[in-house]
């Protein structure tokens, strides 16, 4: 059964919503399914909580199924065929390099099979199957993972002399109903957050009801995500992705149209950040993330809102937008890329994955490459103004002036919101018809400048290393000199951890 916006809906309410609001009939539901989470929470703590594990994961396969049917029809049971084929998979083989293998390939391309079937269709972005379906991709990759780790560690296997690190091992294979409850989490399966299967278990054991503890951070977490949504309905109104196709903006000067760019794609980033902040507050108003013993709430959040709009820096972008999807990328693909012994080609790699991972549209690939970019040049330029700040002390203390400061600051802001909209645009537009006139129209200046940093940047490199080799020699009678091993860059999370580890 197949849905969208054109076809006569018998939900009156969702038709009448979506004509008001000139919205998407499909992500209407999108946005209901999402607030059907907080009384199916309070319901679970009220009524479920105490009950047996086996009515608890009932209650969950058909909270969850009843949620995704009334999104996407029939077509939803794309994902219990996937979670039928992985359960076998882990239960026969769960414990070799084949299930992990098999988890990677089969749910990848089960995944991109229905990219082709449903983005084909149109050159705008679909509210299909696929939406839950990319999230239950992740989510299998890492069970099965976590669980060939688990047997691992109980095996007592070494990697290099070390033992093998996961914080969240499985050690028994997943059981029917358990797997089943854990992907159809009616508080997660749409649009995350991705957590542990260990976690889930662990939710699975608990007995008390923790609403009146967990409702207040949760109405926030409501309140918060339906204000962006409705900056983005408001925004949108104004600002459509559609006026960067416009005449007025082919009209539009070079400053004029770059400033339409980051406007219109800040706009479009508050439709992920309130829907993952909505899906957020039904998984803490269930009591998901309340950990008993520290009486805090642990952090399953995909987006930090006061981060992502204060940072000077398109690492705290990564940080805070999109964030367990980051670190899911981190731990079960750029760490087990190690072998390679490169972090660049290891951080190529991971983007290379969730481009294809998001779908075939060719704007995934171009932002994901500009990130690529953008990043190497931001760990570069911050290793080398560390070398100089530790080198030249006149240079630091002219730094650390608070004029200087906030100058560089407010040049960092205004060009982080500037590039990211250029980073971005491709993302929103999705085809190429769309996107290459946009930045043709800004002369493909962001390209130009971060692909410009690539070519010079050993010939900076060549400069900057012998003058602070030289500076550190100086000084090294009135202060320890700093070796190439103690200088960090400005990783993403994943990557320094990955080092650390």
């Known amino acids: 059964m197949e849905l969208d916006s054109s076809s006569s809906s018998s939900y009156s309410l969702i038709g009448y919503l979506s004509r008001t609001l000139g919205a998407n009939e499909n992500a209407v539901k999108i946005f209901f399914t999402l607030l059907a989470g907080y009384p199916i929470a309070i319901i679970y703590n009220y009524c479920i ?3 047996s594990k086996l009515i608890k994961k009932l209650f969950f396969i058909v909270s969850g199924l009843a949620l995704g049917l009334f999104n996407h029809g029939y077509d939803f049971f794309h994902t219990t065929v996937t979670i039928l084929t992985m359960y076998f998979v882990l239960k026969w083989f769960g414990d070799s390099k084949f299930s992990v293998k098999f988890a990677y390939v089969f749910c990848s391309a089960y995944l991109l099979c229905g990219y082709f079937l449903t983005q084909m269709k149109s050159n705008d972005y679909s509210f299909e199957w696929t939406i839950p379906q990319c999230v239950l991709t992740l989510r299998l990759i890492a069970i099965a ?9 109980q095996a007592k296997v070494t990697v290099n002399g070390e033992p093998i690190k996961n914080d969240a091992p499985i050690y028994e294979a997943p059981e029917f109903l358990e797997l089943f409850a854990c992907c159809y989490l009616p508080f997660s399966f749409l649009v995350g957050p991705q957590f542990e299967y260990k976690k889930f278990q662990e939710f699975l054991n608990g007995k008390e009801n923790v609403y009146k503890i967990c409702a207040n951070q949760a109405t926030k ?5 339906v204000l962006y949504l409705i900056c983005y309905v408001i925004g949108e109104k104004y600002c459509p992705p559609s006026i960067l196709l416009s005449d007025y903006f082919n009209a539009s000067g070079f400053f004029m ?3 339409l760019i980051a406007l219109t794609t800040k706009i479009q980033t508050c439709k992920y950040i309130g829907i993952w902040i909505l899906s957020e ?3 803490i108003m269930s009591g998901f993330t309340y950990d008993k013993q520290s009486k805090t709430f642990r952090n399953y959040c995909n987006a930090d809102p006061y ?26 693909i750029f760490k087990r890329l190690k072998f390679l012994g490169n972090r660049i080609i290891s951080h190529a790699a991971t983007l290379a994955y969730l481009a294809l991972w998001h779908g075939w549209k060719s ?24 070398k100089l700040r530790r080198s030249n002390k006149t240079l630091d203390n002219i730094l650390n002036q608070s004029y200087v400061r906030l100058s560089i600051l407010a040049f960092l802001h205004i060009y982080t919101v500037y590039m990211f909209g250029y980073c971005l645009a491709p993302f929103i537009l999705l085809t190429y018809t769309k996107w290459v ?16 940093w690539i070519i010079v940047s050993p010939f900076v490199h060549s400069l900057i290393l012998p003058y602070t080799r030289s500076q550190s020699n100086n000084a090294s009678s009135s202060r320890p000199a700093h070796s190439d091993s103690n200088l960090e860059l400005d990783e993403p999370q994943e990557a320094s951890k990955s080092k650390a580890e």
Not at 145 to 153: E, N
Not at 221 to 225: D, E, V
Request: glycine content about 12%; proline content about 2%; charged content about 15%.
């Open 437 to 452: 006139p946009v930045l043709a129209h800004v002369y493909f200046s962001g390209h130009l400048f971060y692909i410009s």
């Open 49 to 51: 909580v105490n009950r």
């Open 281 to 283: 507050g039904s998984l």
């Open 145 to 153: 993972f976590d669980l060939y780790d688990g047997k691992r560690i």
């Open 307 to 332: 981060l992502f709009e204060t940072t000077p820096t398109f690492g705290g972008i990564i940080r805070s937008f999109n964030i367990t999807t980051n670190h899911w990328s981190g731990k079960y």
């Open 363 to 386: 704007g995934y690939y171009v932002t994901f490459g500009m990130e690529f970019m953008i990043m190497k040049m931001e760990w570069e330029v911050t290793a080398i103004m560390q």
């Open 221 to 225: 977490k409501l309140g918060l995500g």
């Open 257 to 259: 149209s770059f400033t």
